[in-house]
């Protein structure tokens, strides 16, 4: 009797944490796809790109984090498997607000946000519009100010890789920014190189951007349409000495993308910062040092 009742329990709790997939609508008529599994404090994930979605995250990262969180796993508008806006409105007042609505719609009181490079952006601006939704901040490898990770480490990078020589800098530039990062991706890409600004090995980018053929059309609006607006060029740095709620701030010393510096502008109250010796995606390739700096974090704010 005692096996059968403890069978009993143990498929009550099986059922009980078996992941929920849903569509949420936003007030403006926007299908957000969001995915919730894990146990402990509720956590969304904020995703990079802008428009990288959040299934590789999960895909090879989602098991630790959801030993430590109730993980949201949430494809914002215009991205993967959610659905655009008629009015085309990507703008980040309208991302905060999505969030927003997402949260109301699953009952949480208040959650922790767990962002990825661009994400950090989209962290700051959350927390702006809605202070009081959330109550810790996990930033991995986030820009705060796309400019300065474009100018002081981006772009120089590329141009060595290219190896282009007396590049003029973006303050002596006659190229458009946007331009000038179009001609490095392009360039980049041909000599197949690109892998070099993110990851660690060819092969983890190849991995990586296989994952993206897993979901059958992608929705890619997002990506497309970000950086027209200006509100996700606001550099973000000063606004971090009034966020006061406990911040893991997560830095790769080897991480172009964002800049191994950058980490220097951050002016959080309540920060632990961290560290890595590694690239732009600790996910999948600096997973063990990612884990003990999220425990550390837990650990040192009580969550």
């Known amino acids: ?13 099986a059922f009980q944490l078996k992941a929920e997939e849903r569509y949420i609508t936003t007030s403006d008529g926007v299908q957000l796809y969001v995915k919730i ?3 402990g404090e509720p956590c969304l994930y904020l995703h990079g790109g802008p428009g990288s979605g959040s299934y590789w995250v999960e895909k090879f990262y989602g098991k630790q984090l959801e030993s430590e969180f109730t993980m949201i796993y949430l494809d914002q508008r215009g991205v993967g498997r959610s ?10 007042e309208r991302m905060a607000l999505d969030f927003e609505e997402v949260r109301q719609a699953l ?8 962002g990825h490079s661009f994400g950090g952006i989209l962290q700051m601006q959350y927390v702006e519009n809605y202070p009081n939704s959330t109550k810790g901040l996990i930033m991995v490898n986030c820009t705060l100010d796309i400019n300065e990770s474009f100018c002081e480490s981006w772009s120089p990078k590329a141009a060595e890789f290219l190896e ?10 006659t190229l458009p920014l946007m331009n000038r990062m179009q001609s490095h991706i392009y360039e980049l890409k041909q000599k197949d190189i690109f892998w070099k600004m993110g990851f660690a090995t060819k092969e983890a980018e190849a991995l990586l951007d296989a994952t993206y ?3 059958p059309d992608w929705n890619f609006d997002f990506g497309n349409a970000a950086f027209s ?16 709620i406990p911040v893991l701030f997560y830095y790769g010393t080897k991480d172009w993308m964002v800049g191994p510096n950058h980490y220097k502008g951050m002016k959080f109250p309540n920060m632990l910062l961290w560290k890595n010796d590694g690239g ?6 600096n997973q063990e040092d990612l884990q003990s700096a999220i425990t550390a974090y837990k650990a040192e704010y009580n969550f």
């Open 213 to 215: 053929s897993e979901i």
């Open 164 to 173: 282009i020589n007396n590049l003029p800098g973006c303050a002596n530039d």
């Open 107 to 114: 009952g949480y009181d208040s959650w922790i946000t767990l």
């Open 83 to 92: 659905s655009s806006p008629g009015n085309k409105d990507f703008s980040p």
């Open 1 to 13: 009797m005692k096996k059968i009742l403890l069978i009993c329990i143990f498929t009550f709790l």
């Open 229 to 244: 607006y200006d509100g996700y060029w606001k550099d973000f740095k000063p606004a971090t000495a009034n966020v006061t």
């Open 37 to 39: 599994e894990g146990t």
């Open 280 to 285: 732009h995606i600790p996910f999948m390739e």
